[in-house]
RNA sequence: GCCACCUUAGCUCAGCUGGUUAGAGCAUCGGUUUUGUAAACCGAGGGUCGUCGGUUCGAAUCCGACAGGUGGCUCCA
C-alpha cells in the first residue's frame, strides 16, 4: 500500500517535470518554481514574464505533454557540486531555482518551513547540515533540480489532465512576485481518473452555493454587498434550528444566554488588544450625533467581559458562562470571500466561560461533550486538533499555566475517548486549544467546533473574582463554539447531507399533494395542514393545477422527506400513504397506509428526537 | 489585496470572426384539462445583453474603468 502511493506520487511528480518540459519547448522563455506532486495530482509554478497561461492553452500543453510521454524519455540523475548548480541555475535563466539553491548553500535548508515539506520532491537539500552536492533529474533536454523520485521514463506515466491555471505567490509569500500554478490531477488508470472526475463533479453537484439557491435557502444582493448572505424563510429555518439545538446543549450544561449591541466604542477593541490586531479588517461606524469612533463588533469576548466585569465576582458564582449566536462582522479581504464558507456577516454560537484554573478540566469536558452529542445527532464523524503551543516566545501567559492547561487537555481527550492528534505551535497567542475536524460525506475536513483557553484577556481586562480565603484572584476564559459559525457549517452540511436534510432540519418537512381541486380535496388537505401545524410541522399543500407525476418531481426537487399524495382514496379512509424520501427509508420503501393523525404524530416524534431515519415501518 | 477567467430573461444556457425587431428549455402568468406517485396540452408576458465610458457608419460582440462572481495565492483571532 505505501510502496503503491510512493509509486504514485513519483508518477504525479514525474508529470510536473512533463508538463515542465512542454511548457518549455511551447515557451522557450518560462521560468519555473516548484512542482510538486499533492493529494490527486500535481502541479508546477510557471511564471512566463508578460504571456499568461489561459485554460485555452491547456489543450496545447496536454498535446505537447503527450510527446514527451511518447518519447519516453529516460529520467536521469545527475548530481552537482552546489556552486555548480547556482552557476546552471543563473546560466539556464532560472532565477526562481537560483534563489532556492542559493537558500540552501547558505541554511542547508529552504527557508520557508511550510514550504518544505510541499516542495518535497523539488528541492535537494532538507537536513540541517550544509549541503554539498544537490541532484537534478534530466529528461530529454530538460534539467530540473530535484530530489525525485520519478518514474524510469516519460513514458510510464498514467492518466492525467489538467484542470486549472491559478495565480500562487512564489514560496507563498504575498510580497514576492506572483506565478501561475498549472495544475492536473493524475492517476495510475483512465478508469481512476475518471472515476475521480465523477467525484469532482458530484462535489459540483453539491456545491452549497448551487444549491443554496435551488432549495430557496439564501441570496446574495449586489445593494446589500459581497459576503453579506440574506436568509430566505427556508434557509432560516435550518439557522434556527441548528442554533436552538446548540442552545438547547448549553442550556442544559449551564449556559446562560446574554444580549449584546452589534456596535460598541472603539475603546474595548483598543483595551482588549483586538484593535491593533485586527483593526483593518474592522468596520467602523461613525456617529453623527458625537465624535465618538464605533465599530461593528468582530467578536463577543469583550462585551461578554464587561458583563462579567460589572461588578464584583465570588467563587461560589464561579464558572459563569455566557453564550449567545448574534451576527458579527469582519471586513474580509474581497478575494477571501466564498459563498457562506467566507463571510463578511458571522453567527457563531458562541459561548465565553469564566472558571477558575482548576475548573478547567470539568469545563472543557462538559464542552467537548456537548460536541460529541452535536456531531453525533448531525451524523458527521470528528477528530480533535490539539494545538498547542511550540518552543517560541509569541504566546502570553505563564509557561506553568500552558502546561497545566495542555496536560489538562490531551486528559479529557483520552478520558472521552475522542480521535485526537496533536499539533504543536497551532496555539493561539492567548492559550492552547482544541479544534474540531469535522468529515463530511465527500471525505473531505473542515474545522468547525473550537474550544480555546484564553489566559490573556482576563488580564487586559483586569478581571477578578474573591476566593475562598478572602483574596482576589484571576479567573481564566474558555472560548467555545459547537457548530463555529453557522455559515459556514451550513456550507458543509448542505455539501455533506447534498441539501437531503433530516426530518427536524427540513425546511418542508411534508408536502401535500391534491388530486385535483374540488372542495372535498381542498378542505382535507387544509385539515391535514391545520394538524400538522398544531404538532410544529412544517408542512405545504401543492394545490397547483398540474398533473400528480408533476407534482411528485416538484416535491422530489424540493428533497422534501415526506410527501402525501390526497384525493378520494385517502378522504374516505382518513389515512395516506407516505412516500417517503430515499435516503430516509430504513430498507427502500416505507410503504402502507396509515392514518392521518398517526403519521403526523410520528413525523413529529421524529423531528423532535432528531433521528436521521424514517421510524414508518417498510 | 494579487493572478487568471467569467457576467445575455427568475434559473440553466445559445448567439461564429461587430451588421436589420437578441433566442431556447425550465420557471411565471392565462386558458383547456380534473389529473393517483419523477415532467398533460395551447398561448402570453418577461432582457436598455452587470454598470459607466471609449473605438466604430454600426457594439451583446472590440478596448478601458468600476461592480459582482469562479478557481487559486495570501489571510482566517
Known amino acids: 500500500m505505501a510502496e503503491k502511493d510512493e509509486n504514485l506520487m513519483a508518477m504525479r511528480h514525474s508529470l510536473a517535470h512533463i508538463m515542465a518540459s512542454a511548457v518549455r519547448r511551447l515557451w522557450p522563455e518560462a521560468k519555473f518554481g516548484v512542482g510538486p506532486a499533492v493529494a490527486d495530482g500535481f502541479y508546477y509554478d510557471i511564471?512566463?514574464?508578460?504571456?499568461?497561461?489561459s485554460e485555452e492553452d491547456f489543450a496545447k500543453i496536454e498535446g505537447e505533454m503527450r510527446k514527451v510521454i511518447g518519447e519516453d524519455q529516460a529520467f536521469e540523475r545527475s548530481e552537482k557540486p552546489i556552486d555548480e548548480a547556482v552557476k546552471w541555475a543563473r546560466e539556464a535563466g532560472q532565477p526562481y531555482k537560483e534563489e532556492l539553491l542559493n537558500d540552501l548553500k547558505r541554511s542547508g535548508t529552504t527557508v520557508a518551513k511550510d514550504l518544505d515539506r510541499e516542495e518535497m520532491g523539488t528541492i535537494a537539500g532538507g537536513s540541517d547540515s550544509a549541503v554539498d552536492t544537490v541532484s537534478f533529474y534530466t529528461n530529454g533536454d530538460f534539467t530540473d533540480l530535484c530530489r525525485g523520485p520519478h518514474v524510469e521514463s516519460t513514458g510510464k506515466v498514467g492518466a492525467f489532465k489538467l484542470l486549472r491555471v491559478s495565480g500562487a505567490y512564489w514560496r507563498g509569500n504575498e510580497k514576492n512576485p506572483q506565478m501561475q500554478r498549472l495544475y492536473g490531477v493524475a492517476f495510475n488508470t483512465d478508469k481512476e481518473l475518471r472515476q475521480h472526475l465523477q467525484m469532482l463533479e458530484e462535489a459540483r453537484k453539491r456545491d452549497h452555493r448551487r444549491l443554496g439557491q435551488e432549495l430557496d435557502l439564501f441570496v446574495f444582493s449586489d445593494l446589500v454587498g459581497s459576503g453579506l448572505p440574506l436568509f430566505t424563510p427556508r434557509g432560516t429555518v435550518l439557522r434556527d434550528e441548528l442554533l436552538g439545538f446548540s442552545e438547547e446543549l448549553q442550556r442544559a450544561a449551564g449556559f446562560q444566554k446574554v444580549a449584546i449591541p452589534h456596535i460598541t466604542k472603539q475603546a474595548l477593541y483598543e483595551k482588549s488588544g483586538h484593535w491593533d490586531k485586527f483593526g483593518e479588517e474592522l468596520f467602523l461606524v461613525r456617529s453623527q450625533?458625537?465624535?465618538?469612533?464605533?465599530?461593528?463588533?468582530?467578536?463577543?469576548?469583550?462585551?461578554?467581559?464587561?458583563?462579567?466585569?460589572?461588578?464584583?465576582?465570588?467563587?461560589?458564582?464561579?464558572?459563569?458562562?455566557?453564550?449567545?449566536?448574534?451576527?458579527?462582522?469582519?471586513?474580509?479581504?474581497?478575494?477571501e470571500l466564498n459563498g457562506l464558507s467566507r463571510v463578511r456577516g458571522i453567527s457563531i454560537d458562541d459561548a465565553h466561560v469564566f472558571c477558575t484554573l482548576e475548573q478547567i478540566e470539568g469545563e472543557f469536558t462538559a464542552i467537548m461533550n456537548m460536541i460529541k452529542d452535536m456531531y453525533?445527532?448531525?451524523?458527521?464523524?470528528?477528530?480533535?486538533?490539539?494545538?498547542?503551543?511550540?518552543?517560541?516566545?509569541?504566546?502570553?501567559?505563564?509557561?506553568?499555566?500552558?502546561?497545566?492547561?495542555?496536560?489538562?487537555?490531551?486528559?479529557?481527550?483520552?478520558k472521552l475517548e475522542i480521535d485526537y492528534f496533536i499539533e504543536e505551535g497551532e496555539a493561539a497567542f492567548y492559550g492552547p486549544k482544541i479544534d474540531i475536524m469535522v468529515t463530511d460525506a465527500l471525505g473531505r475536513e473542515w474545522q468547525c467546533a473550537t474550544q480555546q483557553l484564553d489566559f490573556v484577556q482576563p488580564e487586559r481586562f483586569g478581571l477578578t473574582y474573591v476566593a475562598a480565603d478572602g483574596s482576589e484572584q484571576r479567573p481564566v476564559m474558555v472560548h467555545k463554539a459547537l457548530l463555529g459559525?453557522?455559515?459556514?457549517?451550513?456550507?458543509?452540511?448542505?455539501?455533506?447531507?447534498?441539501?437531503?436534510?433530516?426530518?427536524?432540519?427540513?425546511?418542508?418537512?411534508?408536502?401535500?399533494?391534491?388530486?385535483?381541486?374540488?372542495?372535498?380535496?381542498?378542505?382535507?388537505?387544509?385539515?391535514?395542514?391545520?394538524?400538522?401545524?398544531?404538532?410544529?410541522?412544517?408542512?405545504?399543500?401543492?394545490?397547483?393545477?398540474?398533473?400528480?407525476?408533476?407534482?411528485?418531481?416538484?416535491?422530489?426537487?424540493?428533497?422534501?422527506?415526506?410527501?402525501?399524495?390526497?384525493?378520494?382514496?385517502?378522504?374516505?379512509?382518513?389515512?395516506?400513504?407516505?412516500?417517503?424520501?430515499?435516503?430516509?427509508?430504513?430498507?427502500?420503501?416505507?410503504?402502507?397506509?396509515?392514518?392521518?393523525?398517526?403519521?403526523?404524530?410520528?413525523?413529529?416524534?421524529?423531528?423532535?428526537?432528531?433521528?436521521?431515519?424514517?421510524?414508518l415501518h417498510g
Not at 463577543?300 to 458562562?321: D, G, M
Not at 399543500?541 to 398533473?547: A, F, G, K, L, V
Request: charged letters at 30%; hydrophobic letters at 40%; aromatic letters at 8%.
Open 47 to 53: 511564471d512566463l514574464g508578460d504571456a499568461k497561461l
Open 289 to 335: 450625533e458625537t465624535s465618538d469612533q464605533f465599530v461593528l463588533k468582530p467578536m463577543n469576548c469583550p462585551h461578554h467581559i464587561q458583563i462579567y466585569a460589572a461588578r464584583p465576582r465570588s467563587y461560589r458564582e464561579l464558572p459563569i458562562r455566557y453564550m449567545e449566536s448574534t451576527m458579527q462582522y469582519r471586513d474580509e479581504k474581497k478575494g
Open 376 to 414: 453525533g445527532v448531525l451524523d458527521m464523524r470528528f477528530r480533535a486538533r490539539l494545538s498547542f503551543r511550540d518552543d517560541s516566545d509569541a504566546y502570553l501567559g505563564e509557561p506553568a499555566n500552558w502546561e497545566k492547561a495542555q496536560a489538562i487537555i490531551e486528559d479529557v481527550a483520552k
Open 485 to 615: 459559525s453557522f455559515e459556514r457549517f451550513l456550507s458543509v452540511y448542505i455539501e455533506h447531507t447534498a441539501g437531503r436534510f433530516p426530518v427536524w432540519l427540513a425546511p418542508e418537512q411534508i408536502r401535500v399533494i391534491t388530486v385535483n381541486q374540488e372542495d372535498a380535496t381542498v378542505e382535507f388537505a387544509d385539515k391535514l395542514a391545520a394538524q400538522a401545524r398544531e404538532l410544529g410541522l412544517r408542512l405545504e399543500i401543492d394545490n397547483s393545477n398540474e398533473s400528480v407525476g408533476k407534482k411528485i418531481r416538484a416535491a422530489e426537487v424540493w428533497k422534501v422527506p415526506y410527501t402525501v399524495v390526497v384525493g378520494e382514496k385517502e378522504i374516505s379512509s382518513s389515512s395516506v400513504v407516505p412516500r417517503i424520501r430515499q435516503d430516509l427509508a430504513v430498507n427502500g420503501d416505507a410503504g402502507g397506509s396509515i392514518g392521518v393523525e398517526q403519521f403526523l404524530k410520528t413525523v413529529a416524534n421524529e423531528a423532535k428526537s432528531r433521528v436521521h431515519k424514517t421510524s
